[in-house]
């Protein structure tokens, strides 16, 4: 459970610096980091629709 | 990100997740109110994490207009990833399971379009937000107090928890947190 914990405040600490810094910088600045991440995870998954229903259930 | 009343505006660079929701909503808009709720809210005002679907409620229709929809969206280059045929896809709405649609060839990223089922849909499509992108795009979203109650009170996972601490932080200032206080005894007495 500590680790499960830690890991939480870890990532949730991540969280509020990150929230922090789109509070205090340009929508263009924080966002063209934000798109790196979400365009590059919408490239990498790559599914069926028979394996992706079955993943939703 | 400049909170004017009930609009928020964002000169962000489009996400392709952006892009995408917006080609769906432009089709939508023409044929029904809607709000975009739950984790692509928070991602719409910046948070770092990516999600293979966008939610979006919509009050309760009938099959005429359901077809429009449809014809549009195929028009469009959308299809339903859970059925074809546009009687089978509305049964899908009306038995208030959420449909997905994505486009041709693909299923991610892909919108995840339900009605409202209960007072508390109909609540969240009445109290709404619109997001003012650039070039004159917009987005109407579920109220972000809503959007914070639940997924503190109900939905409680470490993601839903994150989304929740990162709306409470970028829109610090302009919430109404007694609002929040309310919509969790709210939500609290209508799951229990």
New interface residues.
Partial sequence: MTFINDN?AE??N???L???Y??NH???E??????V???S??KS?????K???AMKG | MEFIGNTIKIARELSELDTFALDFINILKKHTSYAVISGYVSILLGRSRASEDVDILIPKIGFNIFQEIYADLKKAGFYCINAEDDLEVYNYIKEKLAVRFAKNNSVIPNIELKCTKNKIDDLTLSRTLKVMLSDNKEIIISNLEMQIAFKEKILKSPKDLEDARHIRIVAQGHLDKELIKRYEVMLDDFYK
């Fill in positions: 939480n990532r949730m991540f969280v509020e990150w929230a922090e789109v509070l340009s929508d263009i924080w966002s063209v980091q934000q798109n991440l979400i365009n995870c919408l998954a790559r599914m069926t629709r394996e992706y229903l």
